[in-house]
């Protein structure tokens, strides 16, 4: 057990990706990813655009098309292969998506209120809270449509309401942050404080390297690999001082893992290996 | 007919009149409509069982004049040049038995600069075999703004046949926006018509909502002429279909004179063996006007849906919400 923030943190493993590997449209899109997020904590999940980190938590999820084509997924002990994203949901894992989806005619309300089953309390107090938390008027906004009448902003910020009306066990935020303006950003870290205090881990993927000051442990994702996994301070460290410069300097963009300078690049990380220090990445030349 | 003359018809004196106006106000519940607000005197009422007139109040600026027809009824509807009704005009269209036809033919006159709102309620609770047939005339006037919505209940058989058509004609300067919606019992058999012509810088907005099971068959055909300068329209269909209900969704859109814009979206979702086909029309007729179509038929938004599953629905809880949040 680790303590952070005088908050206790149990080292029981809920999620666990052992070696995932995934391949679409002959692009490796993961490779061999190892990545752990403990009950109660919050995960950061760092890594430029395109690296892969919203694949991941699509394949987590258990998303169409997002079927791995290699190593394993457990949560909570329980191998997730084969399961449903309605399974997976009803485990208590849920993904609050970078660009939520637009539903035409259908309530915010009643959007933030499905993931309350019904042997949760009541519905409505949850919505109203979730409203709350993510700083909208419950009576301005229960019965507003959640649709393209919302700015991208209040989308995000619905999303996130539903997903702390569910309670989950695993929240996976993808930039959650995003779209949202810089005033606002503060209710939107509140929130996640809030869903870790009331129990839930959070995965939380970001290309912000600020909000890694939020975590408990941060990983760095790079081309479909974790390069680093371990204390947020040197995550964005390596982040913001090594990395992101040398990715640059290498004049690739994120997702063309198959150029040569990028391969030569991380097979001089030694491939997708864990808990690499910050030297592992080679200056360029 | 003066409105203390429709007050008295409204309490109707002949034997029976008491349980039929019950029973259409339960119809009306049914279909949607709040029967209170068919009793409120500053709301003008118009109920018609089959070919009974059960109760026509009029207020002040809105004229009913209606009579029984073998198989129905004809009236004319009109609302003075200028006046601003503040609470919707409700008419109760419906056929409490099992069987019969019901033939609506109806005028609608709104006078120029008028503004109004239209609450139509049809309900065929325990059709088994009914018809019911409503040709409108409407004429909104110059700068006149009618809002007309109509909702349909058809009881859980499907033995309902319904056509409503309708011709309108919006004035230089007028608004016209109406939605139909048949999203509740089955529909069982429907062809909606409606021609509307648009003046300069005049607006249509036509909205259709229709969810079909069983072995419903829909037909939706709308046609809107832009025909005056700036004029402009707007088509928004959407259908659900299910089990192995057929919908048809025909939309025309002319585009007729200097500045005209339109534009047609039609989103039909599909499930199981049913079948949705959409077939737009644009024709333009002026190097100054616009039209735009937009279409989406088959299965359901796969991020829409992901994102219910993600929440713990099952897939069929899921496309439900989708459909109804679609037809709401």
Redesign the interface.
Known sequence: MSVKDGKSIMAEPLLQIENLSLRREGRDILRGVNLTVQAGQIHVLLGLNGSGKSSLAYVVMGCESYTPDSGQILFDGRDLAGLSITERARMGITLAWQEPARFEGLPVGKYIGVGVREDQTNERERVMAALEAVALPPKVYGFRAADQTLSGGERKRVELAAVYAMRPRLAILDEPDSGIDVLSLGDIERLIRRLADEGSAVLLITHRDELVTMADVASLMCFGSILFTGDPAEARRYYAGRCRPHLESLGAQPWDAASPEVQAALASNGGPVSQLSGDAVKEPA | MSASTVREHALGQRPGWANEMAAMLEAYREAGGNPDALQLPEVATLVVSANEILAAHEIPGVHFEAESLEHGVKANIAVEPGVKIERPVHLCFGVIPAEGLQEISAEYDIGAGAQVEFLAHCSFPNAVKVQHVMEACIRVGEGASLTYTEAHYHGPTGGVEVRPHAGVRVADGGRFITTFSLTRGRVGLMELDYVVSVGADALAELTTKVYGTGDDKITVREVVRLNGKGARGLTKT?VAVRDEAVSQVYTTAEGNAPGARGHMSC?EIVRDRAEARNTPLVIVRDDQAQVTHEAAIGTV????L??????????DEAVD??I?????
């Open positions: 959407r989103t938004n796969r991020k829409e992901e994102s219910l599953l993600a929440r713990g629905l099952d897939e919400l989708i109804r949040g679609m037809l709401r």
